[in-house]
Nanobody, 123 residues
Framework: QVQLVQSGGGSVQAGGSLRLSCAAP??????MAWFRQAPGKEREIVAA????????NYADSVKGRFTIARDNAKNTVTLQMDSLTPEDTAIYYC??????????????????WGQGTQVTVSS
């Protein structure tokens, strides 16, 4: 059973930065992504990255502030989050796919999920 292990996250004041990491040693994935779920809201895509890392997609709300990257040699994906706002407060989930079908920005593409990491941004 493949496990995605997340690290990073925590609490920060508005305007600050956090970095999330996700690792899955020994496994090769196609697309990888980060999703988030705020209290009372549905899970939403934050950012996704293609197998090569050359193509990325971001939610409009995080464009210009967040950066997704992957290291295929280490089977890791990271999310650098800058200029954080209270609206970014949520549980963040790493997602990885071994599938080739489906849009990178949809949850259905992904068959492996991390345990979730709380990110709290205070004003």
């Amino acid at each position: 059973q493949v496990q995605l292990v997340q690290s990073g996250g925590g609490s920060v004041q508005a305007g600050g930065s956090l970095r999330l990491s996700c690792a899955a040693p020994g496994r090769t994935f196609t697309a990888m992504a980060w999703f988030r779920q705020a209290p009372g809201k549905e899970r939403e895509i934050v950012a996704a990255i293609s197998p090569s890392g050359h193509s990325t997609n971001y939610a409009d709300s995080v464009k210009g502030r967040f950066t997704i990257a992957r290291d295929n040699a280490k089977n890791t994906v990271t999310l650098q989050m800058d200029s954080l706002t209270p609206e970014d407060t949520a549980i963040y989930y790493c997602a990885a796919s071994t599938r080739f079908a489906g849009a990178m920005t949809t949850a259905g593409r992904y068959n492996y999920w991390g345990q979730g990491t709380q990110v709290t941004v205070s004003s």
